[in-house]
Structure formats: C-alpha cells, structure tokens
C-alpha cells in the first residue's frame, strides 16, 4: 500500500481534527477553568485556585452530592437486580421470538428520556393511572402524593435508565459458553457456586458496562429530577446547570463537572480490567 | 408450561408491562376527548390540530429536523470513513483513536454539554444554530463508527485484496466495493443519529441560545408546567417517529450481508 494515500489521509485526519477539537480540548477546557476563579463580569479571571473544589466539600454541597451519589447508586442497583435476570430469560427465550423480544427493549434504548419521564410524570400525578387504580382496588383511602418525592425520582431514572442496563447485560450473557457451566456442574459445583465463581466473573464487563450506562446517567439527569422530584437541588446535573445557569459561577460548576469526569474514568478502568480478566476466561 | 417456565413468562412480561404501559396510557391519553379527567370521554384529535395551529411549535419542530438531517449526515460522512480507516489500515494513535471514541460515547451528556459550552464561550461563538450542529455532529460520531465497524467485521477481506491487486486504488475500493456493501449499517447509523439528534435534550440544553428554539428543549418548558392533553400529543409524535426510525435501522442491520 503506498503511505501517502489521500483516502487515507483524509479518513483519519478529519476524525482526528474533530476529536481533538471537539472531545479533548472541551474537556481540557473544563479542567482549567475549574481552577480559576469567578469572574464578576467575565465568566472567569486568569486567578489559579482549588477554591472550587474545597466548596465542593462545603456541607451545602456535600449534601447534595451525597444525595446525588445515593439515588443514582441506588437506580444502578435497582436496574441490576430487574435487568440481570430479564436479560438471562432473554438469552434461553425460544430463537424465534428473539428478535422480537430484543427490539422490545431496543425501542426503549433509543426513545426520549424525557418523553419516558413524562410518561412516569402522567402514571404518578395525584389524579393519576397508579392512584386511581390503587383507590378503585380499595388499598387507599385518598390519592396518595407520589410525585416529587425521592422515590418518584428513582423510579423515573430506574424507567428511563433500565433499558441501557439490559442491553449490556444481554450481550455478556449470550457470550457465555454455557459448557463451562456443564463442566463445573460435572465437576461437582453447586447452582450458587457455579453463579458467583463462574456466571458473574465473566459477565462481569456486562455489569460494569450497564452500571456505567445507569450510574452516570443518574448522576446528571437533571430534567427527571425537576420533572419528578419538585424544585429541590437533588442532583449533581441540578448543580452543575445552575452554576451555568443561574448562578453563573462557572469555576464551580465545572469543578463538580471534573469530578463525575473522574468517576467515569474509574468505572471505565474497571471495565477494561474485567474485560481482560474475562477474556482470558479465567476468572 | 412447568411452574418454573410460567415463572419466567411472568416475569419477562412483567418487565415489559413497566417499559410499555407509561407509554401506552401516553398514547391513550393524548386522544382522549377531556382535558383534565382521567375518565375516557372519547377520541378526538383536537389536542393534534392544537398542535399544528401554534406556529412557534411548528418552527421549534422545522428546526429540530434541520439539524438533525444536518448533523446525521455530517456525521455519518466522518463516521464511515473512520471505520473504514479502523477497519483497514493500521496507523500511529490507532489504539487511542479508538479510546477516545469509546470514552466520548460514554461521556455523561451534562459534561459533553457543559464542555462544549465552555469551548463555544471561549472561541465567542454566539450560541445557537451553528453551535448546536457542531455538538450534535460530536455526540453522533461515535455511533456512526459503532454501527458501521459491527458490520465490517463479516467482511470477507479477499474481495479487497482482489481489487488492490488488479490495481484500484484506495478511493476506488472504497466507492465501489466497500460502500456498497456497507450501505445497510451507514443508513441505519444515519438512521440512528437522526434519532439521537432529534432527541436530545442535555446537551443542546446548553449550547442553544434563544435565538434557535428546537422540539426538545420547547417540550421541556411545556412538560414542566404539567400533564396536559397537548403535550400527550406532542409526545405521542415524537414516540412515533423514533420508532419509525428505529425499525428501518434494526431491519437493515438484520440483513444478511
């Protein structure tokens, strides 16, 4: 092949432009202006400072951030519990009803989560589907205030997030090669044993994926949270728009910015070394 | 069926039932003939004629497609041409190449939103159109390569050496053999993108500006001022393009190459 072939040239050399100028600079962006200072009438002054983050660790916004890091672990887990078990029913569904059965779950993937948020918003109100149908069945009273709750919030991110659980989930499982299973069964392992020491270690990437799908997510989605959750700073999506928003305090917000930025990196660490450990098939 | 196969029915239906009723009572809702009860009172489309009677909707709606098309298509252009670069060639940065978009499809909405925000304040871009299209051309790359490199993995690489030896050179495989033959997933990623775009809420949340209204963020100011029989509507529009969208992409990713 000869080197300087322009396809080639101009295939890789656009992409690259727009990574660099698009992905990597923004987010270097980020990082200094976390570290400078409110400006009164610019966005920030050239003033280097760790200010933004020792506020983070101010109770007001530790509060908040707990909170934060609480719901969304909280939705992670839920997803998990509902989705791991879904998406092993799917891989034993019969062949013929598998493509079907997928799409069901792949429609929910690509649709708006704020048209699915809307839609929990419609099922919770005080006059709503769930409250009519709880009076009509005699187990309340009166309506019951469902909405703008925490619970309200973690059902709507469990809603609009379960799908990009599941599908993660479904491609780890379908990988598994079900005569390791066999072969530990022949070697005299029990369904628990062979289920923590076998089935979890290699569908591990698949966990990490979805949870990094869920987790993230529900770190940031401020939209449900104001949809669901009433006027209230729940999350850190909440904080991070108001400090560009209304508060203008950019330094802050890109501060709290930074730090989900480092969550992911952890969780995407994590990934990669499952998905070694897993490919090895050693677990 | 056994217990344990009634069991697992159950459950699988169970799961779905939470994914679809929402959407379903949306869908009922938006044609039901009373503006605040729960009650049915009949079908009626006036919540639609509402819809298409406000003009600052329709021009919110024109925009959002615009972009869309725009950045789907620019996307889809870049996209494909980097997987088959992946595909094909081996290069310095190869590896981080595919890092980055690995990591850029993964990032948080809220931080690509409040990046590029950040980058677009720092070069004074105004922000409004032109800003929303880089942003959206950004969050759609990824899934274009995503999509088309699924697809390069059956390819069958003698084809390729066959015409390289016969003498065309790259451009020429790639219009003639590897395009074609691609063509499935590049629609269903420009497919996807388009669905992506016209979706999107987090991120143009931050680099729009007031001078360039799009479909998401008008559905956002409306829906949280509550439930209404219009924005039942309005949703029930939205829900049906995505999955017009959706099932052409998943048909041409399930043909056969």
């Known amino acids: 092949m000869r080197i300087r072939e322009p396809f080639k040239l101009i295939a890789i050399g656009a992409l690259w432009f727009w990574l660099i100028a698009f992905a990597l600079l923004p987010n270097l962006l980020v990082a200094v202006a976390s570290v400078l200072t409110r400006g009164d009438n610019e966005f920030v002054v050239f003033t280097l400072t760790l200010s933004s983050y020792r506020r983070l660790l101010d109770p007001l916004y530790l509060d908040v951030l707990l909170d934060s890091l609480w719901l969304a672990a909280a939705t992670t887990a839920l997803c998990l ?7 092993y029913l799917l891989t034993r569904s019969p062949v013929r009803w598998r493509p079907l059965l997928l799409l069901l779950v792949i429609v929910p993937f690509w649709t708006s989560s704020l048209v699915r948020t809307y839609a929990i918003m419609i099922v919770l109100k005080t006059q709503g589907l769930l409250n009519q149908t709880l009076l009509g069945l005699g187990l309340i009273a009166e309506p019951l205030e469902l909405l703008y709750t925490e619970s309200a919030v973690i059902l709507g991110m469990l809603y609009t997030l379960l799908p990009f659980m599941i599908l993660p989930l479904y491609a780890a499982l379908e990988k598994l090669d079900p005569r390791l299973i066999e072969a530990a069964r022949d070697l005299g392992a029990g369904k628990i044993t062979i289920f923590l020491r076998i089935v979890i270690p290699l569908t591990l990437p698949g966990i990490i994926a979805g949870s990094l799908l869920t987790f993230l997510p529900g770190l940031g989605m ?62 | 069926m056994t217990g344990k196969r009634l069991v697992q029915v159950a459950y699988l239906l169970l799961v779905y039932g939470f994914l679809y009723i929402p959407i379903g009572v949306l869908i009922v809702y938006s044609f039901n003939d009373s503006k605040y009860s729960l009650e049915w009172r009949g079908m009626t489309w006036e919540w639609y004629e509402t819809l298409f009677d406000d003009p600052d909707l329709l021009q919110a709606a024109l925009n959002s497609a615009w972009i869309a098309t725009l950045s789907a298509t620019a996307a889809t252009v870049m996209g494909t041409l980097a997987a088959v670069a992946i595909y094909r060639y081996q290069f310095f940065g190869k590896q981080l190449l595919n890092a980055l978009l690995f990591v850029l499809m993964m990032t948080p909405d809220i931080v690509m939103g409040i990046a590029l925000l950040i980058l ?78 016209m979706d999107d809420v987090m991120v143009s949340f931050f680099v729009t500006g007031p001078t360039f209204e799009i479909l998401p963020l008008k559905i956002y100011s409306m829906v949280r001022l509550g439930v ?30």
């Open chain 2, 120 to 197: 677009f304040a720092s070069l004074s871009l105004p922000l409004g159109f032109w800003t929303l299209l880089l942003a959206h051309i950004t969050f759609n790359i990824p899934f274009v390569v995503v999509t088309v490199l699924s697809r390069i993995s059956g390819f069958d690489r003698h084809l390729l050496e066959a015409a390289q030896d016969l003498g065309a050179t790259e451009f020429q495989i790639f219009r003639r053999i590897v395009l074609p033959l691609l063509m499935p997933a590049v629609v269903a990623g420009w497919l996807l993108s388009f669905t992506l775009s």
């Open chain 2, 228 to 257: 209404t029989p219009e924005v039942n509507a309005l949703c029930t529009i939205m829900l049906g393009v995505t999955l017009i969208m959706i099932l052409m992409a998943q048909l041409l990713l399930r043909e056969k190459t």
């Open chain 1, 81 to 87: 519990l509902l989705g791991y078990p879904f998406a």
């Open chain 1, 222 to 283: 401020f939209y449900v949270a104001d949809l669901l959750g009433g006027a209230k700073t729940l999350l850190v999506g909440n904080l991070i728009r108001d400090q560009f928003l209304s508060a203008r305090d950019w330094p802050f917000g890109a501060a709290a910015s930074v730090l989900l930025t480092l969550l992911m990196g952890l969780l995407l660490w994590a990934y990669y070394l499952s998905a070694r450990r897993a490919n090895r098939g050693l677990p």
